[in-house]
């Protein structure tokens, strides 16, 4: 708690009469207290602004600008609304008392001033003051620390999620590995499908979690028997069979999970392969049937695909892409998702700039020879 203010207030004495000020001055000076003088309401006004008083005594009948105008004035003034208010005045009806806790007022003091009664009044008012002042700062430090944890909260859960994606982008490469698709690809993937759920209108939270779920759309992968995954040339209706059973590997792998982003995973490793005309595996969904997040990480993987190089072909030209994209429209690709995708073609291509692919790592240059040998 603060001390008593008794013997450091600053008093502003506002009185267009000289000799009340005066008299005001001699009672309040041997006290302690510092005593600044205004002889009107525009110069108390100004005063109240420069010096921050911390009471003002204030008489009400003044020409020009009343005692009750000045009250007013300072109460609605942010810089001046916390300053103590003493009406010093002869007006004895309760009328103009009321009136004058209406304009701001929150004390009176009734010519001829008592100087006991003064002395009473104005240290009254300053102990309020003080201790005003004193949960005011109170509480702006409580919110200057609070907007302190707040920012390190933030910044630990931006750290989290920014591991926790590193670790997704980690465990989704060990299942895109031994296909030989990079790194880059599952960063590229994700987040062009991010970027459509946002220029579809989905919410954050949403676009969020589908950055979180798509590079785990092929963690299935996993448990295809090498001899298949990497095979170098065209699958065997049977191998074609064994290798579209990666999608319900994948959702075996992500399912029971109690966490919202990996839930959604298992929908995408499900559904990714679903297409809009029902032709898709593993289920054959058709059109609407397929979730939405299935068909936008649909369009996302196809044009990382399209793209870049793979070991049975070269990356196609951005024009035959894009051509491959719009012919496949209501047959492999949601309608809807293409047009987005179209839409924000600006912002996927600086993604596929982000991401460039790196050149083909040692370890898989051995998985390879191996999988030779």
Not at 184 to 191: F, G, L, T, W, Y
Not at 276 to 286: A, E, H
Request: aromatic share 6%.
């Amino acid at each position: 708690m603060p001390e008593s203010a008794g013997k450091t207030g600053r008093i502003l004495v506002v009185d267009d009469q000289e000799i009340n000020r005066r008299l005001l001055e001699a009672m309040l000076l041997p006290l302690g207290y510092q005593v600044i003088q205004a002889a009107d309401g525009e110069q108390a006004l100004q005063l109240a602004r420069d010096e921050l008083p911390d009471l003002v005594l204030l008489d009400i009948m003044m020409p020009g600008m009343d005692g009750f105008e000045v009250a007013q004035r300072l109460k609605s003034d942010p810089a001046t609304r916390n300053i103590s208010i003493v009406m010093v005045t002869a007006l004895r009806e309760v009328e103009s008392k009321v009136r004058a806790l209406e304009a701001g007022a929150d004390d009176f003091l009734t010519k001829p001033v008592d100087k006991a009664e003064l002395q009473a009044r104005v240290r009254s008012q300053l102990q309020v003051k003080a201790y005003h002042d004193h949960l005011l700062h109170y509480q702006q430090e409580l919110q200057a620390e609070v907007a302190r944890r707040t920012a390190q909260l933030r910044k630990a859960y931006r750290e989290v999620k920014n591991a926790s994606l590193d670790t997704i982008h980690r465990l989704a490469k060990a299942a895109e590995f031994k296909d030989e698709e990079t790194g880059a690809h599952i960063k590229r993937m994700s987040n062009y499908a991010a970027e459509v759920a946002r220029t579809m209108g989905l919410p954050e939270t949403t676009v969020e979690a589908i950055l979180y779920a798509a590079p785990m759309h092929d963690v299935g992968k996993i448990g295809i028997p090498d001899k298949v995954l990497l095979k170098p040339g065209r699958l065997s209706p049977s191998e074609w069979e064994i290798m579209k059973t990666h999608a319900e590997i994948g959702a075996q792998i992500l399912s029971g999970a109690k966490r919202g982003f990996l839930k959604l995973a298992e929908v995408v490793a499900m559904t990714h392969h679903e297409k809009w005309d029902g032709s898709g595996y593993p289920r054959g969904l058709k059109g609407n049937d397929i979730p939405l997040v299935g068909r936008i990480v649909t369009i996302a993987d196809v044009f990382d695909a399209l793209t870049s190089k793979r070991p049975y072909k070269e990356a196609f030209s951005l024009e035959k892409s894009l051509g491959i994209i719009k012919e496949e429209k209501g047959r492999h690709f949601d309608p809807r998702v293409v047009e987005a995708f179209l839409s924000c073609l600006d912002n996927i291509l600086a993604i596929k700039e982000q991401f460039p692919d790196q050149q083909e790592s040692s370890l898989v240059r051995m998985a390879h020879k191996l999988n030779q040998t």
